[in-house]
């Protein structure tokens, strides 16, 4: 289904198995990785039994587990892990993304809640191969990293560490909103509780899109609400924006 309904230039699959990730070049300004994190990855773990109720009900959050660190544990499947790897490592560009469709950055630990916390449908779910991407930019020295995210259906702003700590940020996160889709019931669970995420920086939910400039001193993201996504004539209005300069870590809203 995802072949005959989106507009990508690829012959039909001939089995079971598309591959779809790929890079984009923009010179030696940029170098992108877009992602497949639903093909390959492993079932979601099952944290059920580390607590008698759920930290928050009706969203996907849970007391991490034993298994959300396991290496067994796959979100893009051996094959497209170790092509990015290898990128990321030979990579000269000024700014190094990676696209891709779920929340990195961790959800640590929140005072008043039993933790540490983990969003096991997400890069939650697959810790050990998350800190092993943090890993090797932070080895490589890969210039600038960012990760672009969707997703969540909402607007946000984040920081991802090595080594699981948000303390020590080694790319940004920018998350962008959808343009159609609503806040689920699912996900306005956690509405209140994402900001309090020691490495998500700003989150909103709201209909709208990103865009992002990009020059070798700084990469500038604005986030625009649309008011109206079934009109044609909508109000679109700039909600935040975010820099972040060649060489940081952590973006600022101006």
């Known amino acids: 289904a995802w072949w005959e309904h989106m507009p990508v230039r690829l012959p ?3 089995g079971p198995v598309m591959p779809i990730h ?4 923009v010179g030696d300004l940029l170098q992108m990785w877009l992602l497949d994190t639903r093909q390959f990855r492993s079932p979601i773990p099952d944290c059920s039994d580390t607590l008698d109720e759920p930290v928050l009900t009706g969203a996907p959050l849970v ?3 034993e298994d959300v660190l396991s290496e067994d544990r796959t979100m893009l499947g051996q094959q497209q892990l170790d092509w990015l790897l290898a990128g990321l490592q030979e990579s000269s560009a000024q700014w190094n993304v990676i696209a ?8 640590g630990t929140i005072e008043g809640l039993p933790g540490p916390l983990a969003l096991i449908d997400k890069w939650g779910g697959f810790q050990w191969e998350r800190e092993k991407i943090m890993a090797t930019l932070a080895a490589a020295e890969t210039p600038n990293p960012v990760i672009l995210t969707g997703d969540f259906h ?3 702003v984040g920081h991802i560490g090595a080594g699981n700590d948000h303390r020590q940020p080694v790319a940004v996160e ?3 909103p959808p343009i159609g889709s609503r806040f689920s019931n699912r996900n306005a669970a956690l509405a209140d509780l994402v900001p309090r995420f020691p490495a998500v920086d700003y989150l909103e939910p709201y209909r709208g ?7 070798a001193e700084g990469w500038k993201t604005v986030y625009w609400r649309v008011a109206d996504v079934a009109d ?10 975010w820099v972040l300069s060649a060489g940081e870590s952590v973006a600022i809203r101006v």
């Open 154 to 156: 909402a607007a946000g």
């Open 63 to 65: 007391v991490a587990c």
């Open 174 to 176: 920018f998350m962008a």
């Open 209 to 215: 899109f990103a865009t992002c400039t990009v020059s």
């Open 100 to 107: 891709q469709q779920v929340l990195m950055a961790s959800t």
């Open 22 to 25: 790929r890079t984009i070049q």
């Open 12 to 14: 039909a699959p001939s």
């Open 232 to 241: 044609p004539e909508s109000a679109v209005t700039p909600d935040s924006t």
